[in-house]
């Protein structure tokens, strides 16, 4: 199929049009005379850019929004999150995901790093295909004493997983490997999973210093902070994406920044959780490769990417009291082509010719975002995701006029709400 995109307002390039043939941009700027579309997509007032890249997300979660509220971390995590989860079928996963990517769609996110529950990894693939977004899923070969059962090493659960899923759905889905965090395995079992990723040549994708009581109890228990633990036990034998990292100190940045591991700042869920704020432009100036996410309703409650572009860029200048401190373009590079590497999507992520057609439009036409002035900057201060007005993934439409093409999200909605009773 192949789509022109007339008269779109570009981030760095102006008023441009772009072309979309076979789920990759042909072209932006004129459209050549031998482009003959197949549809049409008139862009005026709106702004084209690559599409939103959540760096880490729990999808199905958007099960448990609003139901962990406004408590201390140990009992978020240990007595409303993981006893919920535990209860939930591939059924409830399933519908659970495909309301999460209904919100994702809606505002803009076209890419997604999921950790959830490996016995429902197929559901959530499953979700993926049909609705037509692009994810990196990755499996726990580790099966955790906290969700019952001891702590023993699944390898084949995970091969088997990851040689039907990885480059599925039309290379739409990528597979990693996931260590949950370390307070929640053994020394042994984390070095068992560690090295099942190196034997299959996968990065990990783990919680990593995300709350100071996990900082102190390593500490404690093995003299050592979380990010050194790490490298004792093999994690970076292998590259990694690393969520949160919020009690990092000096030393720990220089190790992360030495093994090029990728980190997914979430800003929201870090507050929210009273967990602190990550260090982020001490990374940054370190050479860490930062990538961005909401983390997942459970502990967000929305999965807004637009609210974690905003606070980001906020956040850190009153942190570090200067208003230089990540700017407009930092972090919507975050958002976009950081997070498509972070995730192996090495061609997504930028609005280039050659690269996979995953972009969105946003609507300018909008009290809020009048008058328009620098494009980047309106995404980072201005932009809501309800402004969000069409979806491509892989050249494929999935929202038009802000109609999800992909979605049921009626049903969606009604199945959520009969799951959670």
């Given amino acids: 199929m192949k789509i022109l995109i007339k008269n779109a307002t570009t981030l760095n390039n102006g008023v441009q049009d772009i072309g979309i043939e076979n789920g990759t941009i042909s072209f932006i700027g004129s459209a050549p005379a031998n482009f003959p579309p197949d549809e049409i997509i008139d862009a005026t007032n709106c702004i084209a850019m690559p599409g939103l890249v959540n760096a880490h997300t729990h999808a199905a979660t958007a099960l448990q929004r609003n139901l962990a509220d406004d408590c201390a971390f140990s009992e978020w995590l240990f007595e409303r999150v993981i006893p919920f989860e535990n209860k939930l079928s591939g059924d409830d ?3 659970g995901t495909q309301l999460a990517i209904a919100e994702m769609i809606r505002g803009g996110t076209t890419c997604f790093a999921d950790m959830y529950l490996q016995a429902h990894n197929p559901q959530v693939a499953q979700a993926v295909t049909e609705t037509g977004i692009r994810a990196n899923l990755c499996y726990g070969p580790i099966i955790s004493a906290a969700r019952g059962g001891g702590q023993i090493i699944n390898e084949q659960g995970c091969r088997d997983f990851i ?4 480059n599925a759905s039309d290379g739409r889905i990528k597979t990693f490997v996931e260590i949950h965090s370390l307070f929640l395995y053994d020394t042994e079992a984390i070095q068992g999973a560690a090295a099942l990723a ?4 996968l990065p990990i994708h783990m919680h990593l210093s995300e709350s100071l009581a ?7 228990k093995y003299g050592k902070t979380p990010p050194q633990m790490c490298a004792d036990l093999g994690v970076f034998d292998v590259p990694t994406l690393l969520a949160h990292c919020v009690q990092l100190n000096d030393e720990d940045i220089k190790l992360l920044a030495s093994k090029q591991a990728y980190v997914a700042h979430n ?3 870090n507050l929210k959780l009273g967990n602190g704020i990550a260090p982020i432009e001490k990374m940054l100036q370190a050479g860490v490769k930062v990538a961005l996410g909401t983390d997942g309703c459970a502990s967000n409650n929305n999965l807004n990417m637009f609210e974690e572009m905003h606070l980001a860029t906020i956040l850190h200048k009153g942190v570090n009291k200067d208003a ?3 700017s407009a373009s930092q972090v919507l590079a975050m958002a976009t082509h950081t997070g498509a590497q972070a995730l192996g999507f090495n061609d997504c992520g930028q609005l280039e010719a050659g690269k996979k057609a995953d972009l ?3 609507d300018t036409n909008q009290p809020h975002l009048c008058p328009l002035g620098e494009p980047t900057a309106a995404i980072a201060y201005s932009a809501q995701a309800g402004d969000v007005r069409d979806v491509i993934v892989n050249g494929k439409i999935l929202m038009r006029n802000k109609e999800l093409k992909t979605v049921d999200e009626e049903k969606a909605m009604t199945m959520a709400r009969k799951i959670r009773g």
């Fill in 93 to 95: 996963v399933y519908w």
């Fill in 163 to 166: 040689a039907q899923w990885n």
């Fill in 198 to 201: 190196k034997s299959l040549g």
């Fill in 214 to 220: 996990e900082e102190e109890t390593t500490f404690q």
């Fill in 267 to 269: 800003p929201t869920s």
């Fill in 324 to 326: 230089t401190s990540i």
């Fill in 360 to 362: 969105i439009l946003v």
